[in-house]
């Protein structure tokens, strides 16, 4: 996401030189850009002309858009997740206020961290970022 906010926000970028740039197996990132097609924060084009772009505004979408498409969970503990149902145990745990307000903060967090305030940061840090990030953004 972060490369096509780099690269070519309002174009179609080849899978091949996302790959290239973020030294990555097209293996891999098709599998990650599918998910985010589907979940409509990219578009996908198939042809010569084809490729992946920004499907979201960088200045809306937020990490934990991101994150909650790409990851299995973002949550601190299992009984948060909702596809884990309710703990019968939630009443009288002990440790589960913890747990709730620490998701609450990672949540509101995440969701605060815009992609184009990620960038701006980085272009702030070293001015304009220079290799593969790495880091699944």
Known sequence: MIDLVQNSPDNFTKLQD????????????????????????????RGKAGGYKLNCDPKTCSVYDILKTTET?????????????????????????????????IQGYLTS???DQFIASQGAKNGKSKGPSNCGL
């Open 18 to 45: 996302i790959a290239e740039r973020q030294n990555l197996s097209i293996k891999y990132l098709e599998g990650i850009l599918g998910t985010l097609v589907k979940a409509k924060l990219l578009t996908g084009n």
């Open 73 to 105: 969970s973002v949550v601190p503990v299992s009984c948060l997740d909702e596809k884990a149902g309710k703990c019968p145990r939630m009443a009288e745990c002990e440790t589960y206020p913890v747990w709730e307000e620490l998701d609450k903060i």
């Open 113 to 115: 961290v815009t992609l």
